[in-house]
Each structure stands twice: as C-alpha cells, then as structure tokens.
C-alpha cells in the first residue's frame, strides 16, 4: 500500500512551526518550513498555481497559509521523487521530512547510505540521491524483516544527525540550529 501524504506533511509541518525571520537561517524568512530563498527558485508559473505573485518579499512569506503550505510541499517535495513508493509510513514521513530540511537528494544519499549500514555492503545500491527503483526496492527488502527494519530507522537517524553535526561544524552559524536539527533527527513520526 502507498504511503500518505497528509500523514507525511502533518509531521513536516509540526516539525517546522510558523513563521520565523532568524540571522542564522540561510533560507532567510520562513513559514511552515518554507522559506523565501526557495520559493524565489520556484519558475512563475508554478508560483501562481500556489496564489503567490512576485515580488517575493518577507510578507510572502510572513502571510502564506498552511494549504499554500501544503500544496507547495505536495507538488515541489512529494511528486518530485516517488515518495507513495516507500510503502512503510514511517520511513516515507521520516525521509520527507529530511527532503523537505536538507533537500531531496540528500535526503535519498542518507536513505541509501543508512541502507549500506544494514546490509553490511557499501554500494548495494549507488549513492546517487536519486529515489528509484533500487532504491525503494533495498529499502522494502530491509522493512519486509521487523529487525532489518528496527536497524534500518535507527540508522537512518545516525546518518541524519551525523549530517546535521557536519553541517554545524563545517559552519559555525549552524552551531546555533544544532540542538533543534538533532532533536528532529531523534523523531522518527506517525
């Protein structure tokens, strides 16, 4: 069975919180986990299937509603890898949320390097941060065994808190983000 979007950006969008403007966020002004960097990537097209016109400002931001929020995350997040494929709702939620904070490919590179982990074999499948059909595949084998699955969710979590302490040390602004990153590493959702 495919796994649910509503359950995974539920979990997303209470991780993210409201609307924040922090010095030591790159993104700059974010709402809902959306941040004013990203949406200035998104083409105009698409921004206006969202009910956002340019210019882009704080107030963009400051004022998007959470079903903006959501349509965002469903069309720019949830369709652009094949997330419904990774029919454990936990595993998708937990790897959507590391989609939507570090960025999809390195969400899928932490997916498949925790797989390596388990399996004991580096390069089962390619580090490639792209979620295809091997990908998925490693991932169902691993959660078809309730222990594979058990190490598979904790590995999961070392290789994202392990990125997150990367990212801090490789740049001191994050320190500041750290505590918050690693706590959201430790929620493994729905």
Not at 67 to 82: P, R, S, T, V
Not at 120 to 143: P, S
Not at 155 to 168: I, K, M, S, T
């Amino acid at each position: 069975m495919l796994s649910n979007f509503e359950d995974a950006v539920a979990f997303v969008l209470a991780n993210e919180g409201g609307f924040v403007d922090s010095p030591a966020d790159h993104g700059g002004a974010t709402n809902y986990g959306i941040s004013l960097r990203f949406l200035r990537e998104i083409p105009v097209e698409r921004l206006r299937k969202y009910g956002l016109f340019e210019p882009l400002t704080i107030e963009t931001i400051r004022s998007l509603t959470i079903d903006q929020a959501k349509l965002i995350y469903h069309d720019e997040f949830w369709l652009m890898a094949d997330f419904a494929s990774l029919e454990n709702q936990r595993v998708c939620t937990y790897v959507f949320d590391m989609a939507v904070h570090h960025g999809e490919g390195q969400a899928v590179r932490l997916l498949q390097r925790a797989t390596w982990a388990v399996t004991g074999m580096y390069g089962v499948i390619l580090d490639d941060g792209k979620l295809g059909f091997r990908t998925i595949n490693q991932v169902m084998i691993l959660l078809a065994d309730k222990g594979l699955a058990l190490a598979l969710k904790a590995a999961l979590q070392a290789e994202r808190a392990g990125f997150c302490r990367l990212l801090a040390a490789t740049n001191p602004v994050n320190m500041e983000n750290l505590h918050g990153w690693l706590d959201r590493c430790y929620r493994f959702g729905c």
